[in-house]
């Protein structure tokens, strides 16, 4: 009998984990986390993280784990749906372009959680959390980019089955169990894109983090799924794209050799994927004008970026809030050049209600170039009252795999992130846990190290 997906999912985790995962993949896992540590820092008193704590605590806490930053002691299932809304809510996280997702999002709460629970060691956990993103990585390479376009969130689609498939891992399940847990959480995906500007979106990623940890409990306890769960008549590549069952060996085939994980965009600024190279450029280009008054300016983008920003333009209309902010790439471009700096300021409401911003807003043009045929890269052309105009161009802004981040780079853009919220000393404490943790014996000095205040 042939072997299901996730059967053959199970293989590759298993085996991988016997031989061990490659010492650069879990440093990458480190790198990951930490992001995550850096687009969650400043988001603990997020009105949207406010309430979906309150929700918790007023539905009986529980004990096990943490939320981060705020330090409240809690339910795994819960700490699932805090930590997962904390790395989204401020869409300051790692995104995996090629997919159109943010990968680490819904599979490290699970994983913290588990640890937490269970004492596991670090370097089960960076294995574990590596592991399970490969796994939600190659699901998400079948069903993209046809799950996007359908309005799926691809992290809401695939994110559980990571998570899934991570604590399941962490905890030995044995092969039968872990194709359960793995099954289970491809019967339960879910996620609309329609969600993005709205709290919706965040409890997406935390819902799904909660999801796969829920999968691997269930499974645990001899709860079973199809095996057939992923290519199976009515199942997860049929109801969540239009892709084709041909993809399967070819994305399967690759677990181990091409890791995905070094595929992810570590974000600079504090706002959307499609807005970074656009940001850049404006702030590259600003020390030029010395003075001179910005008629229009164009931004050159992939035909893709056009449409998304089109889309949400008519939906939400002027930005009326953080969320809906950072997903209008011509008010970010237009924040950054009158600013002259991109950070959550810029996302505040004294902002997205300046009149100056609005108005050099609407003097933002987006332009589809053929040339461009994804998020990296973007040109901008300033055209001055003057007559003068600037330009400039980027293929991979920073943090991009062509443009990558360095360890010193991530940590600085944690340092900052982190100002004005935690002591200096207390941020180097994070960083010096995150980069130790392979050596830990459990996460419990991280979690505890992630308190604000």
């Known amino acids: 009998m042939t072997a299901s997906v996730s059967e053959r999912l199970v293989s590759f985790i298993q ?30 008193d997020h009105r949207t993280i406010r309430i979906i704590h309150d929700w918790a605590m007023a539905n009986g806490p529980g004990k096990g784990a943490h939320a981060l930053w705020i330090g409240t002691e809690m339910s795994p299932a819960h700490a699932c749906m805090i930590n997962g809304a904390l790395f989204e809510v401020l869409d300051f996280h790692d995104t995996y372009i090629p997919c159109f997702m943010h990968a680490t999002s819904a599979v490290l709460p699970a994983v913290l959680a588990a640890a937490e629970v269970g004492g596991h060691s670090g370097h089960k956990v960076l294995t574990a959390l590596a592991l399970g993103m490969e796994a939600e990585l190659a699901i998400a390479a079948i069903l993209m980019p046809t799950g996007y376009f359908r309005g799926l969130v ?11 498939a991570a604590c399941a891992l962490l905890n030995d399940l044995d092969e039968t169990k872990m194709r359960n847990a793995i099954g289970i959480a491809m019967c339960t995906a879910f996620g609309d894109y329609v969600s993005v500007g709205s709290d919706t979106l965040s409890y997406i990623t935390g819902a799904t983090a909660r999801s796969g940890l829920t999968a691997y409990e269930l499974a645990s306890r ?9 290519e199976g008549d009515k199942g997860m590549l049929l109801t969540h794209s239009d892709e084709k069952a041909e993809k399967i060996p070819s994305v399967l085939d690759g677990l181990g050799k091409d890791w995905r994980i070094f595929g992810q965009t570590y974000k600079v600024v504090p706002t959307e994927t499609i807005t970074h190279a656009p940001v850049e450029l404006a702030l590259q280009l600003l020390p030029k004008a010395h003075g001179r008054v910005v008629e229009r300016m164009t931004v050159g983008v992939a035909e893709i970026v056009v449409k998304i920003c089109t889309e949400r333009m008519e939906r939400f209309g002027v930005p009326n809030s953080d969320l809906t902010a950072r997903f209008d790439t011509c008010f970010c471009t237009a924040a950054a050049w009158l600013r002259g700096k991109f950070t959550l300021a810029e996302m505040a409401e004294p902002a997205y209600t300046d009149t100056a911003i609005l ?38 802004f920073l943090g991009t795999p062509g443009n990558p981040q360095s360890d010193t780079q991530l940590a600085q853009v944690f340092h900052a ?37």
């Open 417 to 453: 992130a982190a100002e004005g919220v935690m002591a200096r000393a207390r941020v180097d404490k994070v960083l010096e846990a995150v980069w130790e943790l392979d050596r830990a014996k459990d996460v419990h000095h991280i979690v505890s190290a992630c308190k604000v205040g």
């Open 154 to 164: 691809p992290a809401g689609l695939t994110g559980g089955v990571g998570a899934a």
């Open 15 to 44: 085996d991988q984990a016997a031989r061990g995962v490659p010492p650069k993949v879990l440093h990458e896992a480190k790198r990951l986390l930490l992001n995550q540590l850096k687009a969650s820092v400043a988001a603990a």
């Open 222 to 230: 001899g709860f079973d799924a199809p095996r057939t769960a992923f």
């Open 359 to 396: 108005d050099l807003r609407t003097r933002v043009d987006l332009v589809a170039d053929p040339n461009r045929k994804t998020f990296e890269g973007a040109w901008l052309e300033v055209k001055f009252t003057d007559g003068t105009t600037e330009r400039a161009n980027t293929d991979a």
